[in-house]
C-alpha cells in the first residue's frame, strides 16, 4: 500500500505540472488546441485515449475466455482506423474550410438540421456512456489493486480529471495524453518482459486463432472495423492537426502503437489464465496482476491503470461536452469562442457530477460496453451509409436507418444475453433500417407516377 500511495503521488504531481504548465492560452486553445496539433501529439493521445477501462477490462475478459482469438478485435479495429483516415482524407479541404468541431457537423454539412440533431443526441449518450465505462471499470480496478473504497477511488479519479480539463481543456487532454500513454506502455512492457518465459506453458488452444468461434470473430472483427467511424476522439483530433496532410502520418503511427499493445494484452492475459483458469474474466487482468505479480510491479500497475481510464475518461468527458455546447447550445455556430469556452465548463462540470451519480447505480463493466459499443456501429453505419451515397441519401433515410439500428439494439439486449448477438443487431437492424425506406420510397414514387 506504502508503494501504490508513492507511485500515484508522483503520478499526480506530474499530472498537475503538466497541466498548469500547459494551461490554456486563449478560448481556441481551450476548445481545440488552436487547430494546430501535431502528428505525434494526435498519436500519442490516440493510443492513450483508445486503451482505456473498457479495453484492459473487457478486452481481457475475452482474451482471458478465447486466447490469442480476441486480436480480431484488435485487427478489426486497425482496418477501421485505415477505413476512417481515407474517408477524412478525402473530406479534408471541407473541414479546414468549414471548421468541424464535432461529428454531428459532417451531418450538418451535407445532409441537413434534422439529421444533425439526431446524430448528435446519439453520440452525447453514446460518449457519456463510454466515460461511465471508464469511470466505473478505472474505480473498480482501484478497488482491487490498492484496497480503498470504490467511493473514495471514484471521486479521487473524477476529481483529477476534471481538475486539469478545467485548467487546460482540450490542450490538457492531449498533454496529459503523453504521460499517460507513457506510463501505459512502459509498465505493460515490463509486465511482459517479467514473465515472458512462461510463454512456453501456454496452451495449444490459446494459440488458436478460431478458439472463438465463427460468431463470436465475426463481431469482434465486425465491431472493431465499424467502432472508428464513430470515434468523436478520433475526428476531434484530426480536426485539432495543423495540416490535412499529417492524418495519414498520425494515424499510421497511433495504429502501429495500437496494435503492439493489442498484442502484448493478449500475450500477458494469456499467460494469468496459464497461471489461474478460474478467475472471474471483468477483473481476470487486475486478479492476475495482484496475484502472480511482484509487489512493486503491482503498485506500478496502479499506475499504469489509473493512466488508461483516465486518458480515455478525460477524452470522452471532453467529446460529449463538445457535442452539447457545440451542437445543442450553438446550432447556428454564432457564439464566440470565449463565450463557448464558458459553457463548456460548466457542462464539463455538470457531466462530471451525472458521470459519479450514474457510477454508483450501473457497474456492469461488460453489460455497458458491449451495449455502447451497439451503440457506436449504429453510428458508424450512418457513416458509411452517407460516404457510399452522399448525393443521393436522404437526411429522413438516415434518421429512420438509425432508429431501427438503435430500437433493434435495445430489443435484442433485453431479450438475449451479452455478447456478440447484441452487436450484429445494431449492424443488421441498421442496415434492415435502410433498405426499409429505401424500398418504401421505390414504392411510393412508382405509386405516384401511376396515379
Known amino acids: 500500500m506504502s508503494q501504490v500511495w508513492i507511485f500515484l503521488g508522483i503520478y499526480f504531481l506530474a499530472l498537475l505540472g503538466i497541466s498548469f504548465f500547459g494551461r490554456k492560452k486563449s478560448a481556441e486553445n481551450f476548445i481545440l488546441a488552436d487547430r494546430k496539433l501535431g502528428k505525434w501529439a494526435a498519436a500519442n ?58 461529428l454531428a457537423d459532417f451531418f450538418l454539412d451535407f445532409h441537413g438540421k434534422k439529421i444533425h440533431r439526431f446524430v448528435a443526441a446519439v453520440i452525447a449518450v453514446d460518449f457519456l456512456g463510454w466515460a461511465l465505462i471508464g469511470f466505473v471499470g478505472g474505480a473498480g480496478i482501484i478497488v482491487i489493486l490498492s484496497g480503498i473504497p470504490y467511493w473514495l477511488a471514484a471521486i479521487a479519479m473524477l476529481a483529477a480529471v476534471l481538475l486539469y480539463t478545467l485548467i487546460g481543456g482540450f490542450q490538457n487532454v492531449i498533454r496529459t495524453d503523453y504521460l499517460q ?75 502501429v502503437m495500437y496494435l503492439a499493445f493489442g498484442i502484448v494484452l493478449c500475450l500477458i492475459m494469456m499467460i494469468i489464465r496459464t497461471f489461474d483458469a478460474t478467475l472471474e474474466p471483468d477483473f481476470a487482468i487486475v486478479e492476475g496482476i495482484v496475484k502472480f505479480f511482484p509487489p512493486a510491479l503491482v503498485a506500478l500497475g496502479t499506475v499504469a491503470f489509473f493512466a488508461a481510464i483516465m486518458s480515455s475518461l478525460d477524452s470522452y468527458l471532453f467529446v460529449t461536452n463538445a457535442t452539447v455546447v457545440h451542437d445543442f447550445c450553438d446550432p447556428h455556430k454564432k457564439l464566440s469562442p470565449e463565450n463557448i469556452e464558458k459553457k463548456m465548463r460548466v457542462t464539463l462540470s455538470i457531466l462530471g457530477v451525472l458521470i459519479l451519480a450514474l457510477g454508483f447505480v450501473w457497474r456492469d463493466i461488460v453489460d455497458i460496453s458491449i451495449f455502447f459499443a451497439g451503440v457506436s456501429m449504429v453510428v458508424a453505419m450512418l457513416v458509411i451509409f452517407s460516404w457510399a451515397s452522399r448525393h443521393r441519401i436522404s437526411e429522413n433515410a438516415l434518421i429512420f436507418s438509425g432508429t431501427v439500428g438503435l430500437i433493434g439494439l435495445i430489443v435484442v439486449s433485453i431479450s438475449t444475453p451479452v455478447g456478440a448477438p447484441w452487436l450484429l443487431a445494431a449492424l443488421f437492424f441498421s442496415i434492415v ?8 420510397e421505390k414504392i411510393s414514387t412508382t405509386f405516384s407516377q401511376k396515379k
Do not use: H
Open 181 to 255: 500513454w507513457i506510463a501505459l506502455a512502459t509498465i505493460f512492457v515490463l509486465f511482459f518482459i517479467n514473465f515472458s518465459g512462461n510463454l512456453k506453458m501456454v496452451e495449444s488452444v490459446q494459440w488458436d486463432f478460431w478458439n472463438a468461434g465463427t460468431e463470436m470473430i465475426a463481431a469482434f472483427f465486425l465491431a472493431g472495423l465499424t467502432f472508428p467511424l464513430a470515434a468523436m476522439e478520433v475526428w476531434q483530433r484530426m480536426f485539432a492537426l495543423k495540416k490535412s496532410k499529417q492524418m495519414i502520418a498520425a494515424m499510421t503511427r497511433f495504429g
Open 433 to 440: 433500417g435502410l433498405l426499409f425506406w429505401g424500398i418504401s
Open 45 to 102: 493521445s490516440l493510443a492513450a485515449t483508445a486503451i482505456g477501462g473498457g479495453i484492459l477490462l473487457v478486452g481481457g475478459a475475452y482474451i482471458y475466455q478465447f486466447g490469442i482469438s480476441a486480436i480480431w478485435f484488435f485487427v478489426g479495429k486497425i482496418c477501421g482506423y485505415i477505413l476512417l483516415t481515407i474517408f477524412l482524407k478525402k473530406i479534408s479541404d471541407r473541414i479546414s474550410q468549414k471548421k468541424y468541431n464535432t
